[in-house]
């Protein structure tokens, strides 16, 4: 039997690229949001934070994630060592020294976002990602194919893939408690949270409550909320008494990061087959050499 040779491939190649592109041509994976002027959000106060990682726990258990026990949680040596939301815990907090006051250092609670413009959201081929009304940004594991361009488009390096898992890994992060809000409740790290470091609500209202308490303190705090305008706007909002990419978070530009994420795939793509047609491209090949194969062996 003769193996089939580049010439053979590169024409059969071309065959099936100019059915795909045309069966495929005009398409559009990333659905249209319109947010709500209600939309929600969270005032994370840095200031206030203990770092209990009460919010971590509650994270695990809402999202039927393996939380053990809430008292594991006063494990202080995670602490030494920066970590970032994964597939095992979609929130984190993380410990920063404070310049003004050694002995109380400043804990930074890191979960996805939910930009107002989501760059996963714009960068998923299928259409995978939805950015909601409410503000909240969701996978569907309905329609991913395992492509992780999100991953590699969130400006917050924020989505995770389940490598472990052989059959049906999924994309993991925050959804901002999506299932709960449905029901009136609030997120679960707003609600464990014993020291108020988070206030969940419309997001125009908790800008304007990190502005008043910027100007009722000000030798508390720097002059800034972090995600006010970073990458068009994020759900979540910080401030504190340190820059925010101080304390573990990207400087961003205010632009919206989707602008970067669709012109590398239109660089990509523009004199090429989407990926969808690409995997019906290779899909072709392969069912045309094993057709040839069985034909020979005949």
């Given amino acids: ?29 990333t659905p249209t949001n319109i947010l709500s002027d209600e939309r ?15 919010c971590e726990w509650a994270c695990k258990e809402a999202h039927n994630i ?29 410990e920063f020294e404070n310049p003004k006051n050694k ?33 909240s940004v969701v ?33 993991m992060k925050c959804d901002f408690c999506i299932e709960r809000t449905k029901k009136g409740m609030i997120p679960a790290c707003v609600e464990i949270c014993p020291m108020e470091v988070l206030t969940y609500g419309p997001r125009n209202e908790i800008i304007q409550l990190a502005k008043e308490r910027i100007s009722l303190y000000p030798n508390r705090y720097e002059n800034y909320i972090y995600g006010e305008k970073e990458v068009g706007g994020t759900s979540w909002v910080y401030i504190g008494n340190r820059k925010m990419w101080e304390l573990g978070m990207p400087k961003l ?35 045309l050499t094993k057709k040839r194969s069985d034909l020979e062996e005949e």
Avoid at 68 to 92: I, M, W
Avoid at 145 to 150: A, E, F, L
Wanted: net charge positive; with cysteine; charged share 20%.
């Fill in 1 to 29: 039997m003769d193996k089939i040779n580049r010439r053979n491939f590169l024409k059969k190649a071309a065959a099936i690229a100019s059915v795909t592109a045309i069966s495929t041509q005009g398409t559009n994976a």
């Fill in 40 to 54: 929600m959000g969270v005032l994370v106060d840095t200031t206030v934070c203990i770092g209990c990682r009460h």
């Fill in 66 to 94: 393996p939380a053990g026990q809430l008292d594991e949680y006063h494990d202080r040596s995670v602490f030494k060592n920066f970590r970032r939301p994964n597939e095992k815990a979609l929130t984190v907090v993380n």
């Fill in 103 to 135: 002995l109380s250092p400043i804990y930074v609670k890191a979960q996805c976002n939910h930009c107002d413009h989501p760059a996963c959201v714009s960068a998923c081929i299928v259409g995978a990602f939805s950015k909601f009304e409410n503000g």
């Fill in 139 to 171: 996978w569907d594991g309905d329609k991913c194919i395992g492509c992780r361009y999100c991953m590699v488009a969130c400006p917050f390096q924020v989505p995770t893939f389940e490598y472990e898992k052989a059959i049906e890994p999924r994309i």
């Fill in 253 to 287: 530009k205010l632009s919206p990061a989707p602008g970067v994420s669709e012109s590398i795939q239109h660089g990509i793509f523009a004199y090429f087959v989407p990926p969808i047609a690409l995997y019906s491209l290779l899909g072709g090949i392969m069912w």
